[in-house]
């Protein structure tokens, strides 16, 4: 079973506005830590966000977002004010385990493109 | 944030031969390195993971024999794909982890490897 989903495998969006990239998972660990990664053709893994189970309050850094629904398990990345450079492949992740053995899975992500 | 390098960035090989691939943490020191793959346009396969001065921790359906993984110090591991044969082909990417953070990992920025 899938424990990371994306279930979109595209998307558009005008420049400078705002979008939402879905993510769901699933997982009986009361621990958990939840990721968005940007990828670029360059194939280089960009750390953007990061949201903790235990985390009360949605993680933000800059332009990015993650909305929280702990009891839908959903962890969507919200990019405000898009720009041409974010067009490029994103994957949300979960770090799952025991600490000290901590596995880390990936979704299937969703290639973005920003249009002017 | 921490700089994880790896070398080479691109190699072409002819099937039958090995290939090493380093990963190092250049600015700080990595108990817990893992080791990913990744076909074109799919997400990232955990490999491996690997921890300093002990056997690496191998994935379901990753043969440990043909992917040796090495991490004799604390800023390096190595993976060796051992006669490569052309479904070999695809993108590696390590990332390490910092002792004292565990919420998240450092991505080096892969390698791609073509059998020929």
């Known amino acids: 079973a899938q424990k990371i989903t994306q279930t979109q495998p595209g998307m558009f969006v005008q420049e400078k506005e705002a979008v939402t990239l879905d993510c769901t998972y699933d997982?009986?660990?009361?621990?958990?830590?939840l990721f968005w990664y940007k990828q670029p053709s360059s194939g280089e893994m960009i750390f953007l966000i990061y949201?903790?189970?235990?985390?009360?309050q949605n993680a933000t850094e800059g332009r990015y977002s993650l909305n929280f629904q702990k009891a839908r398990k959903s962890a969507n990345l919200v990019i405000s004010a898009s720009q041409l450079g974010d067009s490029a492949m994103y994957f949300c992740?979960?770090?799952?385990?025991?600490?000290?053995?901590?596995?880390?899975?990936f979704g299937t992500g969703t290639r973005l493109k920003v249009l002017a | 944030g921490a700089v994880v390098s790896q070398h080479p960035s691109r190699v072409i090989c002819k099937s039958g031969t090995s290939v090493k691939i380093e990963c190092r943490s250049l600015?700080?020191?990595?108990?817990?390195m893992f080791w990913y793959r990744q076909f074109p346009k799919q997400s990232l396969m955990l490999m491996a993971t690997?921890?300093?001065?002990?056997?690496?921790?191998?994935e379901q359906g990753v043969e440990k024999d043909k992917f040796l993984i090495n991490h004799a110090s604390l800023t390096l591991s190595t993976l060796t794909v051992t006669s490569a044969h052309p479904e070999d082909s695809s993108f590696y990417i390590c990332?390490?982890?910092?002792?004292?953070?565990?919420?998240?990992?450092?991505f080096g920025p892969g390698t791609r490897l073509l059998v020929l």
């Open positions: 600015d700080f020191q990595a108990t817990t």
């Open positions: 690997s921890n300093e001065g002990s056997k690496a921790t191998y």
């Open positions: 949201q903790g189970s235990y985390d009360q």
């Open positions: 992740a979960m770090r799952e385990g025991p600490s000290g053995t901590y596995k880390y899975i």
């Open positions: 990332s390490a982890r910092e002792p004292h953070r565990q919420e998240t990992q450092y």
């Open positions: 997982t009986s660990d009361p621990s958990y830590g």
